[in-house]
């Protein structure tokens, strides 16, 4: 299997509402945009997949050398040797992978964020950055499309927190800001017993309308010399808005399930926002 094969394997595997947006993109920017996405997803899944925290440590070390050493001209890994003759053309430089894997690494030593702050830092990491390199692949000509492309990363993280409270509480972790969990009366073991109450609901009401809320804060920073080419991103941010919208409709119930939108649904989401320029 070549390298581009697998990270296209590895894209597709994955059924983010990412890689719907990726198929509307020109072949040279979907090949890279789907290698650095595989990439994410490699070091996401030695945090979600490896049970043995030490094992993960060393997975992730050993990750943290491949981009090094990948960088210096001699990748080993498929994904690094897709995405390395990528790099110069978009301009995406090794501290963005080191920060996605530093990132990956506070999930293996931290369960909980004492406040929003705190998980704004997180989220930087595992999002933000995603964002920042996303829109220098997508087409990026304004510095102003970088703060954009951070409060969308935000935004996106926010939505997957959201989204899947009862599969964190599964691994033990919960993301909601522990003052947030005090503001409303919400027990973490509640939440890892997954058990449902009017005080959860309000509180995921508060999460949602935030996560919302920073959708439109990021779409007015979006320059309108760079709109055309960050489509991509705003089909993501058309598709979940609607998941949160899903979410909300049906009062929350993310403990016991995973709320998803239908792959036709995401495909006719990203399309129209393809054919008319505009977030729903």
Not at 112 to 127: I, N, T
Not at 145 to 162: D, P, V
Not at 245 to 254: L, W
Request: proline letters at 4%; charged letters at 20%.
């Amino acid at each position: 299997m070549t390298p581009e094969n697998y990270v296209q394997q590895k894209a597709a595997a994955s059924g983010s509402s990412f890689y719907y947006a990726f198929l509307f993109l020109p072949t040279e920017k979907r090949a890279a945009i789907t290698a650095f996405y595989a990439f994410c997803r490699e070091i996401d899944d030695v945090v979600d997949e490896v049970t043995d925290p030490g094992v993960a440590h060393t997975k992730l070390g050993w990750w943290q050398g491949e981009v090094v050493k990948s960088f210096a001209g001699n990748p080993t890994h498929p994904v690094m040797k897709a995405l390395m003759p990528m790099t110069a053309a978009y301009g995406i430089e090794a501290r963005h992978l080191q920060a996605v894997i530093e990132g990956c690494q506070m999930d293996l030593s931290q369960n909980r964020y004492l406040d929003f702050a705190a998980l704004q830092r997180y989220c930087h990491l595992v999002a933000g950055i995603v964002g920042e390199v996303a829109a220098r692949i997508f087409g990026q000509t304004e510095p102003a499309t970088t703060a954009y492309a951070h409060k969308l990363g935000l935004a996106f993280q926010l939505t997957n927190i959201i989204r899947d409270v009862g599969e964190d509480a599964m691994r033990g972790r919960i993301y909601l800001p522990v003052n947030e969990l005090q503001q409303f009366d919400v027990k973490a073991h509640e939440v890892l017993k997954r058990q449902y109450s009017d005080r959860f609901s309000a509180l995921m009401k508060f999460q949602t309308e935030r996560a919302l809320a920073l959708y439109d804060e990021a779409l007015a920073l979006l320059p309108d010399a760079d709109r055309r080419a960050q489509k991509p991103g705003l089909m993501m941010a058309s598709i979940y808005r609607t998941l949160l919208r899903e979410i909300a409709a049906d009062n929350y119930q993310v403990l016991h399930q995973r709320v998803s939108l239908t792959p036709l649904r995401k495909f006719w989401l990203a399309w129209k926002t393809q054919a008319f320029g505009r977030v729903v």
